[in-house]
């Protein structure tokens, strides 16, 4: 079964079956040129306020177009707070992965941030939309991240909320991470949830040893290793992330492991 085209796409009002929706230009563009659909093939709208709909194209042209909605295929969904990616603008390849990669992961919000070890101050918010956009659509989100400004990172720390924990990837600690037993992060752990609710990760060169003295300092900030080799910072952000959406999964296979349980017949 070939599967169907999926954008994403603003209602102006609350969709229904059999309602005609217009369709943007670069959304036209898409659909014609690139995946050569015409009038009667049918296509998906999305977003996380109006859920997934098919709909069949009744019009096809390259600068307008009409859909006529058929069914919901996928209903409405709350958009959780998705974990938060801080992260050092790097250069355009690098960074436009680290949003592609993010979206995929389930960012919901990208803070870029300047470190001492900045090398580039550039953000071009226009394009990682576009990224965040196409590859919510190939990877079945309903929700797109959002932005924030480009700030210091000692500004985005200071407001970072102290009851939520955030990982900061380090290459490495000689002390090892904080597991006190009353830390949040312990007590994350003990109740599934992951480990993190977001993460920082810093520029090509690395957090300064100030900055690193700074972060350590705040109760709410906790030391992420990614292994014992050095990581590019797009390939720390990728790892780290996905550690945070793995973590609940981990810690269950751990305890079926510690206890024995027949792992055919657990449940995650």
Excluded at 22 to 42: A, F, K, Q, T, W
Excluded at 249 to 255: L, P, Q
Aim: proline fraction near 8%; charge should be neutral; include cysteine.
């Amino acid at each position: 079964m070939q599967t169907l085209p999926r954008v994403y796409y603003h209602f102006t009002k609350s969709p229904y079956e059999g309602q005609l929706c217009p369709l943007p230009v670069e959304i036209m563009h898409y659909l014609v040129s690139v995946m050569r659909c015409g009038v009667s093939d049918r296509i998906r709208l999305f977003n996380a306020q109006a859920g997934e709909w098919e709909a069949e194209l009744v019009v096809t042209d390259r600068k307008k177009g009409h859909v006529r909605l058929i069914s919901q295929a996928r209903p409405p969904v709350t958009v959780e707070a998705d974990p938060v990616l801080a992260f050092a603008p790097l250069k355009r390849e690098a960074t436009d992965l680290v949003v592609r990669m993010g979206t995929e992961l389930g960012v919901g919000r990208f803070a870029p941030v300047i470190c001492a070890h900045s090398n580039t101050h550039k953000v071009k918010e226009e394009r990682w939309q576009v990224i965040a956009r196409e590859a919510a659509e190939q990877c079945e989100r309903m929700d797109l991240p959002t932005f924030e400004p480009l700030q210091a990172v000692e500004a985005f720390l200071q407001t970072w909320p102290p009851n939520k924990i955030l990982a900061v990837a380090v290459e490495r600690m000689e002390n090892g991470p904080y597991l006190e037993p009353q830390s949040l992060l312990v007590q994350r752990i003990r109740q599934g949830l992951p480990i993190a609710d977001g993460v920082l990760i810093g520029p090509e060169g690395g957090f300064s040893p100030g900055e690193k003295k700074y972060f350590f300092s705040l109760p709410f900030v906790v030391p992420l290793s990614l292994g014992p080799c050095i990581l590019r910072a797009e390939t720390a952000a990728v790892t780290a992330l996905g550690l945070l959406q793995c973590w609940p999964s981990v810690e269950a296979w751990s305890k079926i492991v510690r206890e024995g349980q027949d792992v055919s017949r657990s449940k995650f």
